[in-house]
């Protein structure tokens, strides 16, 4: 079983930067494919990054691409990372990361969830 706990939420200006975290308990993170989520109010939850075991492959949604950059670190720190630039109002929502054995967008394929951290970007 994996545990994971975000960490990285706030509040920051439209145009600005945030760096979200992911720590991931066991020791067997580099076994997972990891992906980040989020979820604005009032709409359904949707796939924002993720990246393969090794940190080889990523994918991004559109809206995101260009701006957001994961990364992992398979080591001591088990963490798995979303370098946020150019935070725009619309990418306000509480995001999640979660652990898969696939590599995959759809948040049915994600068998672990942390409990989400709160970003909001102010216009």
């Known amino acids: 079983q994996v545990q994971l706990v975000e960490s990285g939420g706030g509040l920051v200006q439209a145009g600005g930067s945030l760096i979200l975290s992911c720590a991931a308990s066991?020791?067997?993170?580099?076994?997972?494919?990891m992906g980040w989520f989020r979820q604005a109010p009032g709409k359904e939850r949707e796939f924002v990054a993720a990246?393969?075991?090794?940190?080889?492959?990523?994918?991004y949604a559109d809206s995101v691409k260009g701006r957001f950059t994961i990364s992992r670190d398979n080591n001591a720190r088990n963490t798995v990372y979303l370098q946020m630039n150019s935070l725009k109002p619309e990418d306000t929502a509480v995001y999640y990361c979660?652990?898969?054995?696939?590599?995959?967008?759809?948040?049915?394929?994600?068998?672990?969830w942390g409990q989400g951290t709160q970003v909001t970007v102010s216009s």
């Open positions: 979660a652990a898969s054995k696939y590599l995959g967008q759809s948040e049915n394929s994600y068998d672990y």
């Open positions: 066991g020791r067997t993170f580099d076994t997972y494919a």
């Open positions: 990246i393969s075991r090794s940190g080889g492959s990523t994918a």
